[in-house]
């Protein structure tokens, strides 16, 4: 039965708790990218960012390994963690255009400054993925209770499933899954632009606009660059 916008135990909401280990997973990938960058394009000591990756995906993980009735610090913690992952990987942006402006004098090889703008440019598509899983109707565990017409009310991206009709939706008990949000990073890094899904909200316009920005800086910019470094 349905209670409100929650969906209790029988109702098609109920199945979709989320775990939260596909998460981890693609944080973890991101990890090992920006760790096998060379030094030059790291912020701080080598143990910093996987300090707290860590440090705050662990606790998470045995305390809430699904996106449910998440208290205001899980939620809080689960936002710091994306942040950190975001902030180093802009660091690493700017530091690989000083790089390139001074590579008269740099050690690093251009081919290894290429190579270093691919591995930035596939963690800012990581990362923006897991902003907009954590951000849209307000967090996964929201997204996993709601029932079908309190979807529209809170959503911050309008997928082509959205627009179907509320019943139709419940029948096939659609809901973004995390997947959804790596395809919506990809195509927003690679065209600048919404391909499938659109932003209907502020927060979601200004990340979609902070993703398409860095990767124009690493695609246009940084890469470019360092192709006419190898030519």
């Given at each position: 039965?349905?209670?409100?916008?929650?969906?209790?135990?029988?109702?098609?909401?109920?199945?979709?708790?989320?775990?939260?280990?596909?998460?981890?997973?693609a944080?973890?990938?991101?990890?090992?990218?920006?760790?096998?960058?060379?030094?030059?394009?790291?912020?701080?000591?080598?143990?910093?960012?996987?300090?707290?990756?860590?440090?705050?995906?662990?606790?998470?993980?045995?305390?809430?390994?699904k996106?449910?009735?998440?208290?205001?610090?899980?939620?809080?913690v689960?936002?710091a963690?994306?942040?950190?992952?975001?902030?180093?990987?802009?660091?690493?942006?700017?530091?690989?255009?000083?790089?390139l402006?001074?590579?008269?004098?740099?050690?690093?090889?251009?081919?290894?400054?290429?190579?270093?703008?691919?591995?930035?440019?596939?963690?800012?598509?990581i990362?923006y993925?897991?902003?907009?899983?954590?951000?849209?109707?307000?967090?996964p565990?929201?997204?996993?209770?709601?029932?079908?017409?309190?979807?529209?009310?809170?959503?911050?991206?309008?997928?082509?499933?959205?627009?179907?009709?509320?019943?139709v939706?419940?029948?096939?008990?659609?809901?973004?899954?995390?997947?959804?949000?790596?395809?919506?990073?990809?195509?927003?890094?690679?065209?600048?632009?919404?391909?499938?899904?659109?932003?209907?909200?502020?927060?979601?316009?200004?990340?979609?606009?902070g993703?398409?920005?860095?990767s124009?800086?690493?695609?246009?910019?940084?890469?470019?660059?360092?192709?006419?470094?190898?030519?």
């Amino acid at each position: 039965m349905q209670n409100g916008n929650v969906a209790e135990p029988g109702y098609p909401g109920a199945e979709y708790e989320e775990p939260r280990w596909h998460a981890a997973l693609a944080s973890l990938v991101a990890l090992a990218l920006y760790i096998t960058l060379p030094p030059k394009l790291t912020f701080g000591p080598y143990w910093l960012l996987p300090l707290l990756i860590f440090g705050t995906m662990v606790p998470l993980l045995i305390l809430k390994p699904k996106r449910h009735n998440e208290s205001p610090l899980h939620r809080a913690v689960s936002i710091a963690h994306i942040a950190a992952l975001n902030l180093f990987n802009v660091v690493s942006v700017v530091l690989l255009v000083i790089e390139l402006a001074n590579h008269a004098h740099s050690s690093v090889s251009g081919r290894t400054l290429l190579l270093s703008a691919g591995q930035i440019w596939l963690t800012n598509v990581i990362v923006y993925a897991l902003w907009f899983w954590e951000i849209d109707g307000d967090g996964p565990d929201v997204r996993a209770h709601a029932a079908g017409s309190a979807i529209d009310g809170r959503t911050d991206f309008l997928f082509p499933q959205s627009a179907l009709p509320a019943d139709v939706r419940e029948r096939l008990n659609w809901r973004p899954r995390f997947f959804d949000y790596v395809f919506l990073a990809f195509t927003n890094a690679t065209a600048f632009s919404p391909t499938d899904a659109f932003p209907l909200t502020q927060t979601a316009k200004v990340l979609m606009m902070g993703e398409a920005l860095t990767s124009l800086v690493t695609i246009a910019v940084v890469a470019g660059r360092a192709v006419n470094i190898l030519s």
